[in-house]
């Protein structure tokens, strides 16, 4: 399984209601490259792989194929609270694996 693969498989296991960020995921994977991360779920070709779900270790919304306002109704969708492209209660919704 390439690298890509491995990111957009982790990405899905993220539930609804639930965010991560590309540090967790990069930290879950045993490398650093964050950037990495973001650049494999800036590609992601599936639907079912919840990309918007991952944002900045700073709680702020970070890249989206779709662009920040997008990602952010998608979230909201879901019951996440944004303010200023940051997410609220980010301590409390951040998901670990």
């Known amino acids: 399984m390439n690298f ?3 990111v957009y498989n982790l990405c899905k296991k993220i539930p609804k209601g639930k965010i991560s ?12 490259a964050y950037r ?14 919840p990309c918007h779900r991952v944002i900045g270790n700073n709680a702020h919304l970070t890249g989206f194929a779709t662009g920040l306002k997008n990602k952010a109704k998608l979230l909201e969708k879901e019951g996440i609270k944004i303010k200023n492209n940051k997410v609220l209660d980010f301590k409390d919704i951040l998901y670990n694996f």
């Open 36 to 49: 990495a991360v973001g650049q494999a779920l800036n590609k992601n070709p599936y639907k079912n792989v």
């Open 4 to 6: 890509n693969e491995k």
């Open 21 to 32: 960020t590309y540090k967790i995921l990069a930290n879950k994977l045993n490398m650093k």
